[in-house]
T-cell receptor, first 114, second 119 residues
Framework: DVKVTQSSRYLVKRTGEKVFLECVQDMDHENMFWYRQDPGLGLRLIYFSYDVKMKEKGDIPEGYSVSREKKERFSLILESASTNQTSMYLC?????????????FGPGTRLTVL | AQKITQTQPGMFVQEKEAVTLDCTYDTSDQSYGLFWYKQPSSGEMIFLIYQGSYDEQNATEGRYSLNFQKARKSANLVISASQLGDSAMYFCAMREGTRYGGSQGNLIFGKGTKLSVKP
Protein backbone atom coordinates (compact mmCIF):
# COMPACT_ATOMS: atom_id res chain seq x y z
CA ASP A 1 0.00 0.00 0.00
CA VAL A 2 1.14 3.51 -0.76
CA LYS A 3 1.84 5.51 2.31
CA VAL A 4 2.02 9.28 2.35
CA THR A 5 2.84 10.80 5.70
CA GLN A 6 2.81 14.39 6.86
CA SER A 7 4.90 15.66 9.74
CA SER A 8 2.06 17.09 11.83
CA ARG A 9 -1.72 16.65 12.03
CA TYR A 10 -2.20 19.96 13.83
CA LEU A 11 0.04 23.01 13.94
CA VAL A 12 -0.36 26.43 15.55
CA LYS A 13 2.00 29.23 14.53
CA ARG A 14 2.23 32.97 14.96
CA THR A 15 2.06 35.60 12.25
CA GLY A 16 5.47 36.17 10.70
CA GLU A 17 6.92 32.79 11.64
CA LYS A 18 8.60 30.59 9.06
CA VAL A 19 6.67 27.34 8.80
CA PHE A 20 7.80 24.02 7.34
CA LEU A 21 5.32 21.31 6.38
CA GLU A 22 6.95 18.01 5.53
CA CYS A 23 5.59 15.21 3.37
CA VAL A 24 7.14 11.79 2.77
CA GLN A 25 5.99 9.00 0.44
CA ASP A 26 7.34 5.48 0.43
CA MET A 27 6.41 4.23 -3.05
CA ASP A 28 9.09 5.82 -5.22
CA HIS A 29 6.55 8.11 -6.87
CA GLU A 30 7.79 10.65 -9.37
CA ASN A 31 5.20 13.30 -8.66
CA MET A 32 4.32 15.08 -5.44
CA PHE A 33 1.78 17.80 -4.76
CA TRP A 34 0.75 20.31 -2.13
CA TYR A 35 -2.86 21.46 -1.85
CA ARG A 36 -4.74 23.64 0.53
CA GLN A 37 -8.35 22.99 1.34
CA ASP A 38 -10.79 25.65 2.53
CA PRO A 39 -14.54 25.31 3.17
CA GLY A 40 -16.55 26.02 0.04
CA LEU A 41 -13.46 26.23 -2.15
CA GLY A 42 -12.48 22.59 -2.44
CA LEU A 43 -8.83 21.69 -2.99
CA ARG A 44 -6.51 24.14 -4.67
CA LEU A 45 -3.06 23.24 -5.93
CA ILE A 46 -0.21 25.27 -4.45
CA TYR A 47 2.89 23.64 -5.96
CA PHE A 48 3.89 20.34 -7.44
CA SER A 49 7.06 18.54 -8.36
CA TYR A 50 7.61 15.92 -11.04
CA ASP A 51 11.22 15.17 -10.20
CA VAL A 52 13.88 15.84 -7.61
CA LYS A 53 14.78 19.54 -7.51
CA MET A 54 12.02 20.28 -10.01
CA LYS A 55 9.00 22.33 -9.03
CA GLU A 56 6.16 24.09 -10.72
CA LYS A 57 3.61 26.57 -9.51
CA GLY A 58 0.04 25.51 -9.13
CA ASP A 59 -2.98 27.76 -8.93
CA ILE A 60 -2.17 29.62 -5.69
CA PRO A 61 1.62 29.72 -5.12
CA GLU A 62 1.78 33.21 -3.60
CA GLY A 63 3.22 33.21 -0.10
CA TYR A 64 4.58 29.67 -0.43
CA SER A 65 7.73 27.96 -1.60
CA VAL A 66 8.69 24.29 -1.84
CA SER A 67 11.74 22.09 -1.69
CA ARG A 68 12.37 18.63 -3.08
CA GLU A 69 15.92 17.51 -2.39
CA LYS A 70 15.08 13.80 -2.27
CA LYS A 71 12.55 11.85 -4.28
CA GLU A 72 10.53 10.75 -1.28
CA ARG A 73 10.28 14.10 0.47
CA PHE A 74 8.46 17.29 -0.53
CA SER A 75 8.40 20.27 1.80
CA LEU A 76 6.07 23.24 1.78
CA ILE A 77 7.46 26.44 3.26
CA LEU A 78 5.56 29.48 4.45
CA GLU A 79 8.28 32.13 4.55
CA SER A 80 6.30 34.48 6.77
CA ALA A 81 3.03 32.99 7.92
CA SER A 82 -0.10 35.11 7.76
CA THR A 83 -3.57 34.56 9.18
CA ASN A 84 -5.02 33.99 5.69
CA GLN A 85 -2.83 30.90 5.44
CA THR A 86 -4.83 29.21 8.16
CA SER A 87 -6.08 26.14 6.34
CA MET A 88 -5.92 22.40 5.87
CA TYR A 89 -2.84 21.37 3.88
CA LEU A 90 -2.82 18.11 1.98
CA CYS A 91 0.15 16.42 0.36
CA UNK A 92 -0.26 13.86 -2.41
CA UNK A 93 1.87 11.72 -4.69
CA UNK A 94 1.39 9.82 -7.92
CA UNK A 95 3.56 7.48 -9.92
CA UNK A 96 3.25 9.30 -13.22
CA UNK A 97 1.56 12.31 -14.66
CA UNK A 98 -1.12 11.79 -17.26
CA UNK A 99 -4.84 11.23 -16.89
CA UNK A 100 -4.84 7.63 -15.73
CA UNK A 101 -2.94 7.86 -12.48
CA UNK A 102 -4.67 8.51 -9.20
CA UNK A 103 -3.07 10.61 -6.50
CA UNK A 104 -2.57 9.21 -3.02
CA PHE A 105 -3.03 11.64 -0.18
CA GLY A 106 -1.53 12.09 3.24
CA PRO A 107 -3.66 12.64 6.34
CA GLY A 108 -3.43 16.43 6.14
CA THR A 109 -2.09 19.15 8.42
CA ARG A 110 -4.49 21.63 9.98
CA LEU A 111 -2.49 24.84 10.30
CA THR A 112 -3.70 27.73 12.41
CA VAL A 113 -1.85 31.05 12.17
CA LEU A 114 -2.58 33.41 15.07
CA ALA B 1 -15.48 28.55 -15.97
CA GLN B 2 -15.56 25.68 -13.51
CA LYS B 3 -14.10 22.50 -14.85
CA ILE B 4 -15.75 20.28 -12.25
CA THR B 5 -19.20 21.06 -10.91
CA GLN B 6 -20.81 19.33 -7.97
CA THR B 7 -24.25 20.88 -7.56
CA GLN B 8 -25.19 19.23 -4.28
CA PRO B 9 -23.48 20.88 -1.31
CA GLY B 10 -25.13 18.41 1.06
CA MET B 11 -27.23 15.28 0.85
CA PHE B 12 -29.00 12.93 3.23
CA VAL B 13 -29.64 9.24 2.65
CA GLN B 14 -31.22 6.57 4.76
CA GLU B 15 -28.98 3.71 5.82
CA LYS B 16 -29.09 0.75 3.37
CA GLU B 17 -30.49 2.88 0.54
CA ALA B 18 -28.61 3.84 -2.62
CA VAL B 19 -27.51 7.42 -3.29
CA THR B 20 -26.21 9.24 -6.36
CA LEU B 21 -23.75 12.12 -6.09
CA ASP B 22 -23.67 14.34 -9.16
CA CYS B 23 -20.61 15.53 -11.02
CA THR B 24 -20.35 17.30 -14.35
CA TYR B 25 -17.12 18.26 -16.03
CA ASP B 26 -15.89 20.49 -18.78
CA THR B 27 -12.96 19.66 -21.03
CA SER B 28 -12.03 19.83 -24.68
CA ASP B 29 -9.49 17.02 -24.33
CA GLN B 30 -10.31 13.60 -25.73
CA SER B 31 -8.18 11.85 -23.16
CA TYR B 32 -8.94 12.45 -19.51
CA GLY B 33 -9.53 10.63 -16.27
CA LEU B 34 -12.27 11.10 -13.70
CA PHE B 35 -11.82 10.29 -10.03
CA TRP B 36 -13.89 10.22 -6.88
CA TYR B 37 -12.40 10.72 -3.44
CA LYS B 38 -13.95 10.40 0.01
CA GLN B 39 -12.88 12.63 2.88
CA PRO B 40 -14.12 11.61 6.35
CA SER B 41 -14.09 14.12 9.19
CA SER B 42 -10.59 12.95 10.12
CA GLY B 43 -9.32 14.70 6.99
CA GLU B 44 -7.55 12.13 4.85
CA MET B 45 -8.56 11.86 1.19
CA ILE B 46 -9.38 8.31 0.20
CA PHE B 47 -9.38 7.31 -3.46
CA LEU B 48 -12.61 5.48 -4.37
CA ILE B 49 -12.96 4.94 -8.09
CA TYR B 50 -11.58 5.94 -11.47
CA GLN B 51 -13.04 6.21 -14.99
CA GLY B 52 -10.97 6.80 -18.12
CA SER B 53 -12.46 8.73 -20.99
CA TYR B 54 -11.95 5.80 -23.34
CA ASP B 55 -13.42 3.22 -21.00
CA GLU B 56 -16.62 1.85 -22.47
CA GLN B 57 -17.81 0.17 -19.31
CA ASN B 58 -18.80 2.08 -16.20
CA ALA B 59 -16.27 1.60 -13.42
CA THR B 60 -17.27 -0.35 -10.33
CA GLU B 61 -15.48 -0.92 -7.03
CA GLY B 62 -17.47 -2.83 -4.47
CA ARG B 63 -20.44 -0.69 -3.44
CA TYR B 64 -19.22 2.21 -5.59
CA SER B 65 -20.04 2.61 -9.25
CA LEU B 66 -19.52 5.48 -11.61
CA ASN B 67 -22.33 6.37 -13.99
CA PHE B 68 -20.32 7.78 -16.88
CA GLN B 69 -22.28 9.63 -19.57
CA LYS B 70 -19.66 11.02 -21.91
CA ALA B 71 -22.00 12.98 -24.19
CA ARG B 72 -23.49 14.75 -21.17
CA LYS B 73 -20.06 15.14 -19.55
CA SER B 74 -21.28 13.68 -16.33
CA ALA B 75 -19.62 11.21 -13.97
CA ASN B 76 -21.99 10.54 -11.12
CA LEU B 77 -20.98 8.38 -8.17
CA VAL B 78 -23.50 5.78 -7.04
CA ILE B 79 -23.15 4.28 -3.58
CA SER B 80 -25.31 1.23 -3.04
CA ALA B 81 -26.54 0.04 0.36
CA SER B 82 -25.34 3.12 2.27
CA GLN B 83 -23.64 2.59 5.60
CA LEU B 84 -23.16 4.98 8.51
CA GLY B 85 -19.44 5.01 7.73
CA ASP B 86 -20.19 6.51 4.31
CA SER B 87 -20.94 9.86 5.97
CA ALA B 88 -18.20 12.12 4.61
CA MET B 89 -17.32 14.73 2.02
CA TYR B 90 -17.09 13.39 -1.53
CA PHE B 91 -15.00 15.05 -4.20
CA CYS B 92 -15.12 14.55 -7.92
CA ALA B 93 -11.86 15.30 -9.76
CA MET B 94 -10.54 15.27 -13.31
CA ARG B 95 -7.14 14.94 -14.86
CA GLU B 96 -6.87 16.13 -18.45
CA GLY B 97 -4.93 15.09 -21.47
CA THR B 98 -1.65 13.42 -22.14
CA ARG B 99 0.49 16.47 -21.61
CA TYR B 100 3.31 15.74 -19.22
CA GLY B 101 4.70 18.44 -17.06
CA GLY B 102 3.01 21.70 -16.33
CA SER B 103 -0.19 22.20 -14.42
CA GLN B 104 -2.34 20.94 -17.27
CA GLY B 105 -1.92 17.35 -16.18
CA ASN B 106 -2.91 17.89 -12.59
CA LEU B 107 -6.08 16.98 -10.73
CA ILE B 108 -8.88 19.53 -10.77
CA PHE B 109 -11.33 19.13 -7.91
CA GLY B 110 -14.94 20.04 -7.49
CA LYS B 111 -16.09 21.73 -4.30
CA GLY B 112 -17.50 18.56 -2.84
CA THR B 113 -20.75 17.10 -1.57
CA LYS B 114 -21.30 16.38 2.10
CA LEU B 115 -23.15 13.09 2.48
CA SER B 116 -24.91 12.27 5.72
CA VAL B 117 -26.25 8.75 6.25
CA LYS B 118 -29.19 8.53 8.66
CA PRO B 119 -29.73 5.40 10.80
Amino acid sequence: DVKVTQSSRYLVKRTGEKVFLECVQDMDHENMFWYRQDPGLGLRLIYFSYDVKMKEKGDIPEGYSVSREKKERFSLILESASTNQTSMYLCASSLYQGPYNEQFFGPGTRLTVL
Amino acid sequence: AQKITQTQPGMFVQEKEAVTLDCTYDTSDQSYGLFWYKQPSSGEMIFLIYQGSYDEQNATEGRYSLNFQKARKSANLVISASQLGDSAMYFCAMREGTRYGGSQGNLIFGKGTKLSVKP
